[in-house]
C-alpha cells in the first residue's frame, strides 16, 4: 500500500457547497463517505484499487492518495481533478451566467460552483437509472445494495481507521449477474437497469467523455432511458458543460420560485441564453432551493 499528498489548484473563485455537499448527500454507502472533514471514496485503478480523500483548503484541494500500485497516482489525481470539476473556467462560466437577470443574484451570492463529476461513466450512468423517479435516499440504498452484493472488496485495512469505506462500485460485467429478485424496484426499472449492464458490458454502449454525442445518443437508444438520464449522465459523468436538465423536478421547482417559465419547452427556450454553460446553470437552479445537496458536510 501506497499513501501520498498531492495539492491540487484550480482557477478561483470555487464555491465548495454544493460540490462537496452533493457528493456526499448522494454518497453510495460502501465506496462514498464523509471523514475527518473531507470526501472520500475508491477507485477501481489499473494497478489495483485505491482509495482518494478530498478536503477543500486555501486556494486548493488537498487530497491523499491511497493506492495499490504508486504507478496509479497520476491516473488517480485525474479522477478526483475529473469528480470535483477543478479544471472548469469560473469566469467564463459566471460572466455568461451573470448577464442573465435572473440568475445574477445567484451567482453573486456564491460565485465557482461547479459541477460534481464522476471517476466512471458506467458506473455512473447504473446510478442514475437506480435513481429514477425515487428519493436519494431510495437510489443510495439501491446502489448500497449492489455494492455489498457484486462490488469487489477493499483489502483489510486499506481505507484506514474508522473509514465505512469497503468495496468498488461493481463493474458492468460484474452486474449482469444480478438477479432481478435481488432489484427493490418495479419491474420496467429492473429491466431497464439490467438492459443498460448487458449493453455496457458487450460494449454495444460505450460511455466516451471525448465523443459525448455518441455516447448520449447510443445511451438514449435504449428502453427505459430517457432525457433526464442522458443528461444527467451527460452533466455528471461525460463533462457536458451544456446538459440541461429542464424535466428534473428540482429544476422545475427552482423554476418556479424564480418565476421562470413552467412548461418545458419555455423553460428550454429560456435557457439559450445559458449555452454553453446550461450544466452550470442548473447547479445556480439547485442553489436556489433548501437541499442537503446545497449544504457543505459539517
Aim: charged share 20%.
Amino acid at each position: 500500500m501506497h499513501v501520498e499528498d498531492r495539492a491540487l489548484p484550480f482557477t478561483p473563485p470555487l464555491c465548495p457547497d454544493n460540490l462537496f455537499g452533493h457528493l456526499v448527500a448522494t454518497a453510495v454507502p460502501g465506496v462514498e463517505e464523509w471523514h475527518d472533514g473531507a470526501y472520500r471514496r475508491t477507485l477501481a485503478l489499473p494497478g489495483g484499487p485505491g482509495v482518494v480523500s478530498l478536503r477543500p483548503g486555501a486556494g486548493q484541494v488537498d487530497a491523499t492518495l491511497t493506492l495499490t500500485d504508486p504507478a496509479d497516482a497520476g491516473e488517480a489525481t485525474r479522477l478526483a481533478r475529473r469528480i470535483l470539476d477543478l479544471d472548469a473556467d469560473p469566469d467564463a462560466v459566471d460572466a455568461t451566467l451573470r448577464a442573465d437577470a435572473v440568475l445574477r443574484p445567484l451567482v453573486d451570492g456564491a460565485p465557482g460552483r461547479r459541477v460534481p463529476g464522476a471517476p466512471d461513466a458506467d458506473e455512473f450512468a447504473v446510478r442514475a437509472v437506480l435513481g429514477q423517479q425515487v428519493s436519494t435516499a431510495a437510489a443510495r440504498t439501491h446502489a448500497g445494495r449492489l455494492v455489498r452484493g457484486h462490488g469487489s472488496p477493499l483489502p483489510e485495512g486499506f481505507a484506514g481507521p474508522g473509514s465505512t469505506l469497503s468495496h468498488l462500485f461493481p463493474s458492468a460485467p460484474a452486474l449482469t449477474a444480478v438477479d432481478p429478485d435481488e432489484l427493490g424496484m418495479p419491474r420496467t426499472r429492473k429491466r431497464t437497469l439490467l438492459t443498460l449492464v448487458r449493453a455496457l458490458a458487450d460494449g454495444e454502449v460505450v460511455l466516451d467523455p471525448a465523443d459525448v454525442t455518441a455516447s448520449k445518443a447510443a445511451l438514449a437508444a435504449l428502453p427505459g432511458i430517457g432525457p433526464w438520464t442522458v443528461d444527467t449522465v451527460a452533466m455528471r459523468a461525460l463533462g457536458d458543460t451544456d446538459a440541461f436538465l429542464y424535466s428534473d423536478l428540482g429544476v422545475r421547482a427552482a423554476a418556479e420560485r424564480l418565476d421562470l417559465p413552467a412548461r418545458d419547452r419555455d423553460l428550454v427556450a429560456r435557457a439559450e441564453a445559458w449555452r454553453p454553460y446550461r450544466a452550470y446553470a442548473t447547479q445556480y437552479l439547485w442553489a436556489a432551493l433548501d437541499h442537503a445537496v446545497n449544504v457543505m458536510p459539517g
